[in-house]
DNA sequence: GATATGACATGTT
DNA sequence: CAACATGCCATAT
């Protein structure tokens, strides 16, 4: 029988964002390799848009290839991110587009 | 099944 | 560095 959709892909991304340790952050696309299937860095977002509120997936440890939250700066969830990554002990630096990450030293999987 | 949208990535201008 | 364009794929309508 055939799948009504692909869970395993799903369960696969859902894994690794789990497995992203304290005082890491990782990109979507990333993610989306580690999980098995590059390209489908829009799936990871969709999934953590789609993810039930209290959920234990640390989203806010998953950012864009520019450094940045994916959400727009001085919404809710940017806020949240930021204080979250910053009590990690993530380093932001202040920009004028808004706070930037430092991932050279917290990118994951660093090696 | 086609069209539109999306918590993206990469390259070019 | 910023804006624009293209690719990639799943979900919603």
């Known amino acids: 029988m055939k799948s009504k959709s692909n869970n395993e892909t799903r369960d696969a991304i859902l894994q ?29 977002g969709y999934i953590l848009k789609t993810l039930p ?30 204080t979250r990554l910053k009590q990690e002990g993530i380093v932001v630096v202040d920009s004028a587009s808004g706070e930037t990450i430092e991932m050279s030293t917290c990118f994951w999987p660093d090696s």
Not at 20 to 38: F, H, M, N, Q, W
Not at 62 to 72: C, E, R, T, Y
């Open 16 to 44: 690794t964002l789990a497995s992203i340790p304290e005082g890491r952050v990782c990109t979507y696309g990333t993610i989306a390799r580690l999980a098995g299937s590059p390209g489908q860095a829009r799936y990871v």
């Open 53 to 82: 509120h209290p959920t234990s997936i640390p989203w806010h440890r998953v950012i864009n290839s520019k450094g940045k939250s994916a959400f727009p700066p001085g919404s809710d969830k940017y806020s949240m991110q930021m």
